[in-house]
């Protein structure tokens, strides 16, 4: 694909309608087996599958995949320079990387299930055993990912992502409904979507790899070098980060219960389907390298990005909050206590929005330094006060963590961003809209207003 042959928005814009469409299709899909899932296991069984994914967030530690957001930009901007060899270059060597990474954290991931059972004394190691293939095609994902976002395909990505739903909810509908084998056939169903879309994609994605192999140039510094040079805060802040998403469950746990567990992540879950649903990071990890010395353009489409997803976040968090109040007494009945923990989760919605926005102009202005500082020493303050507030308030005690923990990440970085930018930025450039904003809601108004209208006049004369 050249990149240089479409306006970048005309391509942003293209990239979120594509990825959104899909994203809400998708979620349609995701919803059918989260029927399913949470159906099947009662919130302990999936306390302990969340237990589960933990271990498995925890070796994905091993693989190094929180690179993929630098590699992604280092191929944009070498794309960007007409630098197409050393594109290449780079492509070549992270498949070489994650493919290996890859391959020895499931070996680990493996080898550690049974010491895991012991300590915790919690039945888990037959999950962790078929949890620990995905981690062996993680590598194969992981390199995909990259080139979808670098050479701006949303189409092969929605594609990708979709065959991971729709594989999921799949494989969890024979193994669960038809075969009755419940956690055990979560882990495979999970284990399968990972699987699936790698063989699918296999041929296009090699064809791919040999054209990059077979045409480079070396870049000047070494990959693993380059990497190491610029990469060590985005791994230190990615180990922070991490560590403490496996940790939190398993504090969690310890004090409150695995049923409680199983209640807190499907409220988490349904915070992380509004965060989803336009992936505004996605679409910016790939345009906003482009213009990283444009200071103008830089702001102007950090501030409107900002302000979209505030708007769009605002609308599904509340919509969907409504609609669980009166669906989860009938769909989801052993899990309501969830609904008032995701109203509470709500408050630091805002801050989430804005955080999808801010940390994507890190990584496209190469601070990862600065990215690391702001993300890991909040991170590791607040977890502090992790085990003391559940000891002494309980379940209320983890939610005002949670919204502390997320709060001051977000807050953390708007304020650097806002202060190495001179002061541009302020609450009510991000909340009001302008002329072309107003400009764009009309655009899309006539065009709904004009679709609506081709299909009466087409309705009107079939009747004829």
């Not at 708007?414 to 541009?424: A, D, Q, V």
Request: proline share 4%; hydrophobic share 55%; glycine share 6%.
């Amino acid at each position: 694909m050249n990149v240089s042959s479409k306006s970048l928005v005309r391509l942003a814009g293209e990239g979120i309608v594509i990825t959104s469409s899909a994203s809400f299709f998708m979620k349609i899909v995701s919803l059918i087996g989260t029927l399913i899932v949470l159906n099947a296991l009662s919130p302990y069984n999936f306390g302990i599958w969340q237990l589960s994914l933990g271990i498995l967030t925890g070796f994905t530690l091993l693989i190094f995949s929180f690179l993929s957001g630098l590699i992604v930009t280092d191929i944009a901007h070498e794309i960007g320079r007409k630098n197409i060899k050393t594109a290449n270059y780079i492509v070549s060597k992270a498949f070489t990387f994650f493919f290996f990474t890859g391959l020895g954290a499931a070996v680990l991931m493996a080898t550690a299930a049974p010491f895991v059972t012991i300590i915790s004394g919690l039945q888990i190691t037959p999950y962790l055993f078929i949890l620990s293939i995905s981690l062996a095609f993680s590598g194969f994902q992981q390199i995909n990912t990259i080139i979808f976002q670098a050479y701006l395909r949303p189409v092969s990505a929605a594609i990708f992502n979709s065959i991971i739903t729709i594989s999921f909810v799949a494989c969890t509908a024979f193994f669960v409904l038809f075969l009755d084998w419940n956690l055990i056939g979560v882990a495979l169903a999970y284990t399968l979507s990972r699987v699936f879309p790698v063989i699918v994609f296999a041929p296009i994605t090699a064809k791919f790899l040999i054209d990059a192999f077979n045409n480079q140039q070396k870049d000047k510094i070494s990959f693993l070098r380059s990497l190491w040079i610029r990469g060590k805060f985005v791994f230190a802040g990615d180990w922070v980060t991490t560590g403490i998403g496996s940790l939190w469950p398993w504090v969690a746990g310890y004090f409150l219960g695995v049923e409680t567990v199983g209640l807190i992540y499907v409220a988490i879950m349904m915070l992380a389907q509004v965060s989803g649903f336009v992936p505004m990071s996605y679409i910016l990890r790939s345009i906003l390298p482009h213009f990283a010395q444009e200071t103008k353009r830089m702001e102007n489409w950090l501030i409107r990005s900002m302000r979209y997803s505030l708007f769009v976040h605002g609308i599904v968090g509340i919509g969907l909050l409504v609609g669980a109040y009166f669906l989860f007494p009938f769909i989801f009945p052993a899990y309501i206590a969830a609904v008032p923990i995701y109203a509470w989760l709500l408050l630091c919605l805002p801050q989430r929005a804005l955080g999808d926005v801010v940390g994507e102009w890190f990584h496209a202005t190469q601070r990862q330094k600065e990215l690391f500082y702001v993300t890991a020493i909040p991170k590791v303050v607040t977890t502090l006060f992790l085990p003391p507030l559940i000891l002494i308030f309980g379940l209320p005690g983890f939610i005002a963590w949670f919204l502390l923990y997320t709060n001051s990440v977000v807050l953390t970085r708007l304020l650097y961003m806002r202060f190495l930018l001179r002061n541009s930025f302020s609450l009510r450039k991000i909340i009001l809209f302008d002329r072309h904003d107003w400009g764009l809601v009309l655009r899309a108004f006539s065009f709904i207003r004009n679709i609506l209208k081709r299909k009466l006049i087409f309705s009107y004369r079939n009747n004829i």
